[in-house]
């Protein structure tokens, strides 16, 4: 026991308000990216997020549960892009009568730009050692799960959560993980938080393999 823990306000809220300074940096780093692209932050999340779609689109619905926005939000900045020529309405392959929106070359052009802008919170996290990356990944991760686990936010496509995800089945240190779907193993740096191949687990699945993957994680984590 020292005077510090009687001082301190609880670490989650200390750590809660690094994330907030963090955030802001990030936002601004977004208005910067967007306004050099010619739009708004919330029209860039929604071309980033629907290009990683693919070709069968996505329901706007999706998109404003992902982008966690009003539909007339949503549909208010995917008219936009639609005007610019970097998204386009079709039928849902899935059911005639719904619309589909799917990313355009245009689009994808935009997109592959904006990939390539360098933010300053990109290079923040460029300057903690490869180790600390993966280990920050893993904690994202497990923090955003909990999150959609709370129901906070809505499905994810990650690895974690993903029916082809195998935890720790291999005894390689680097590479411990094992995908089904392309059958072949990897290491918690290269673990997804938006896989197009993802295919959400069974939930009794899901759990089993989150426990396999917390419980050898908290095995490896620095004391
Ligand atoms: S299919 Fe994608 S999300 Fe699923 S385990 Fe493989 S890499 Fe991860």
């Keep these: 026991m020292t005077p510090f823990d009687a001082l301190s306000t609880p670490l989650s809220r200390r750590l809660r308000e690094g994330l907030d300074r963090i955030g802001a940096v990030m936002r601004a780093d977004q208005w910067g990216v967007a306004e050099e692209a010619g739009l708004t932050p919330t029209q860039l999340h929604a071309l980033t997020f629907i290009a990683g779609r693919g070709d069968a689109g996505i329901r706007l619905r999706a998109v404003a549960e992902h982008l966690g926005v009003t539909q007339p939000t949503a549909t208010d900045s995917i008219a936009a892009l639609v005007r610019k020529g970097l998204l386009t309405k079709l039928a849902d392959p899935k059911d005639a009568r719904a619309v589909a929106i799917r990313i355009t070359p245009a689009g994808c052009d935009v997109v592959r ?16 050692s490869a180790k600390e990356q993966s280990t920050l990944l893993e904690l994202v991760i497990k923090t955003i799960r909990a999150l959609q686990e709370a129901k ?21 240190a680097e590479l411990p993980h094992h995908c089904a779907f392309v059958d072949a193993a990897f290491g918690g740096r290269h673990l997804r938080l938006d896989c197009g191949e993802h295919d959400e687990a069974p939930p009794e699945a899901r759990h089993a393999a989150w426990r396999a993957f917390d419980r050898r994680a908290e095995d490896f984590a620095p004391g």
Aim: glycine share 2%; net charge positive; aromatic share 6%.
């Design 113 to 128: 730009a904006i990939g390539l802008a360098i933010t300053s919170t990109e290079r923040a996290l460029e300057s903690l």
């Design 152 to 172: 906070a936010i809505p499905p994810q496509r990650l690895c974690v959560t993903c029916r082809h995800f195998r935890a720790y089945v291999h005894e390689n």
